[in-house]
């Protein structure tokens, strides 16, 4: 009787599952490639060069409305420069940033977070205390302050990201490890004469990679975040390369002129940030061998 | 083979928590080749932690104050950690309690369970696949193939039990401990999987040492009992004397309160006050023995 409504509902649940999380890993993953490869191909995609100045052109609005000019499909902004193509050279920059931050950050906080997780006693302690202090600083003002000292230039930008952020996969790895060490199997192999690393990495890890799946993805939405935040108030790259934080807090200067500069930018953001996190979770859902 | 060598010797073995309080109180017990003997008690009498004890898992806060465990009549506590974890792994294994935690969710029940026989037996992995088929077999698993692809979650409650019962024996130990194997089960399959360890035992001719709290698979599967309360061993017999006689005043507790077929709607008698105030003043007693000889 328990038996058949347990195994019903959990049909049920695989099913609808399945279907949601199908189609929000398709557009998710949609848009991301098409951003990503946008990105790669950049100088071939672009139908213009995104740093050409031209104050004839500027402040043109995109295709559909009257006053455009053909080839500059998203409008221009106030130095006559082609929105279309600044958006994606700008790709580049979140996605490197996004890929490089969100990896350096998830192979330190997961490390330190299976270590401390599944041995616990002082290890956990000392690791929980760093996480803990770590996380009582403002984020963003402790990445404008570490972008400050470390200077301007993308490699400041992912140190500065992949440092405040550790803490997060630190945190969701070291529950989901603490779970798992408690479970019989670990016990288990212990009796079958494996030492503690071997369980830690051949046991335990495999059981939270689907957790870290998730989280890398999530966390490369919030790098990209972060990155726009950093460009917003000129921290960023100190070159001219285009980025959609910069582009953004160019918009604002001419939104009542121009609010294509402001709306664009934006919108590819919040698409490429939401697409980020539905994509980890959509991967959880369909690679996780308990879920599935 | 040494007949008259214990396959497990436990002698006057005591654990504490990190509060100083005693868990297992100068436990004494052993278990001759392939024989299976049943520890029962009440929750927290201390059945599962005589069973991690042997099996080297002890909980971190828990600490061995005093006893040896012989295990072949090789001191366990003389050992190196390593030589320690190798002895334990060839000699002995381990049919959980609870068959869903006790396989890892994420990896398939084949590589699960040979695993062991290739790291300790130092096993080829063919050898290792033939062997683990043979028991499958055993456990009247009939279509292997399918078995050993699935993940836990695939299979139900009984036929997890049957994997971890044929990886428990595939290995040949010679101690099993069995702890509390048929509970998390429904009653029908409690059954079959108690018969298939019984039959099991008697074929590999195993030593079980069989940690429950249910006195009708006590009667079903053991030679012999010993009855804990509170980390003591209060009563020790043959399973067929403790029945027909038993001598603890607290073992005839237990069996009042066990429900019988015969009669099931005669009330339960929980046990009763003066046992249990008797149980009280004897492990005082020991307490302060063990007090006074330990300064």
């Known amino acids: 009787m328990d038996e058949a409504r347990n195994s019903r509902s959990r049909i049920s649940r695989r099913g609808s599952s399945r279907h949601g999380s199908g189609a929000r890993l398709w557009l998710a993953g949609g848009w991301l490639l098409l951003a990503l490869l946008a990105a790669i191909f950049a100088p071939l995609v672009a139908p213009q060069d995104p740093l050409a100045q031209d104050l004839m052109f500027e402040r043109l609005p995109p295709f559909w409305m009257s006053g455009s000019e053909p080839g500059f499909w998203l409008g221009t902004d106030s130095l006559g420069r082609d929105l279309l193509s600044r958006l994606i050279f700008g790709a580049r920059i979140a996605f ?6 969100a990896l350096a950050a998830c192979l330190v906080g997961s490390t330190l977070g299976l270590i401390s997780g ?10 929980s205390r760093i996480v803990d202090v770590w996380m009582a600083f403002p984020p963003v003002l402790f990445a404008i302050l570490l972008v400050a000292v470390l200077g301007t230039g993308l490699s400041s930008v992912i140190i500065a990201i992949a440092v405040i952020d550790w803490t997060r996969f630190c945190r969701v790895i070291r529950a989901e490890s603490m779970g798992q060490a408690r479970m019989d199997y670990v016990e288990n192999a212990r009796i079958a004469g494996y030492g503690r690393i071997g369980i830690m990495l051949r046991e335990v890890l495999p059981n939270v990679v689907p957790s870290i799946m998730a989280l890398l993805s999530l966390e490369m939405g919030i790098a990209v975040i972060v990155e726009a935040i950093l460009s917003f108030v000129n921290l960023s790259i100190s070159t001219d390369d285009p980025t959609w934080g910069g582009i953004i ?8 002129q121009a609010w294509w500069v402001l709306v664009f930018p934006l919108v590819t953001l919040i698409l490429t940030v939401l697409s980020f996190s539905q994509f980890g979770e959509g991967l959880k859902a369909r690679f996780d061998p308990v879920l599935r | 083979m040494n007949a008259t060598r214990p396959c497990l010797d436990i002698r006057s073995l005591s654990t504490v928590l990190p509060n100083g309080a005693r868990v297992l109180r100068s436990v004494s ?7 299976v003997r049943a520890l029962v008690g009440e929750s927290g009498a201390g059945k599962t932690m005589i069973g991690k004890a042997v099996l080297g898992v002890l909980p971190l806060s828990v600490r061995i104050v005093e006893g040896d465990m012989l295990l072949e009549g090789e001191d366990l506590g003389r050992l190196q950690p390593k030589a320690r974890r190798t002895l334990i792994g060839a000699r002995t294994a381990l049919i959980p309690q609870d068959p869903l935690t006790a396989l890892n ?27 683990i088929r043979q028991l499958l077999d055993e456990v009247q698993i009939r279509d292997p193939d399918r078995v050993l692809k699935c993940y836990p979650h695939e299979l ?31 009653v029908t399959v409690q059954k079959q999987i108690l018969r298939l360890i019984a039959q099991l035992q008697r074929e590999h001719g195993t030593a079980i040492l069989f940690v429950t709290h249910d006195l009708g698979v006590v009667a079903k599967i053991s030679q012999k009992v010993s009855v804990l309360y509170a980390g003591k061993v209060v009563e020790e017999a043959e399973t067929a004397a403790l ?9 005839r507790a237990l069996m009042a309160a066990t429900p019988r077929y015969t009669d099931p709607f005669a009330s339960l008698k929980p046990v009763d006050e003066a046992v249990l105030a008797g149980l009280a003043s004897e492990i005082a007693a020991a307490d302060q023995a063990w007090k006074r000889s330990h300064g």
């Open chain 1, 249 to 256: 807090a160019e918009g604002r200067l001419s939104i009542h």
């Open chain 2, 105 to 131: 969710p994420s990896r398939r029940i084949g590589p699960q369970m040979t695993d062991r026989l290739v790291r300790i037996l130092g096993w080829s992995g063919q050898r290792a696949d033939l062997r």
């Open chain 1, 118 to 127: 599944y041995f616990g006693g002082w290890a956990d302690r000392i690791i």
């Open chain 2, 29 to 35: 017990l052993s278990v001759q080749p392939s024989e």
């Open chain 2, 156 to 186: 139900s409650g009984g036929m997890r039990q049957r994997v971890l019962i044929a990886a428990a024996f595939a290995a040949e130990p010679r101690l099993i401990v069995a702890d509390e194997p048929t509970t998390a089960l429904d």
């Open chain 2, 243 to 251: 029945f027909a006689a038993p001598q603890h005043p607290y073992t």
């Open chain 1, 96 to 101: 490197i940033v996004a890929f490089a931050a």
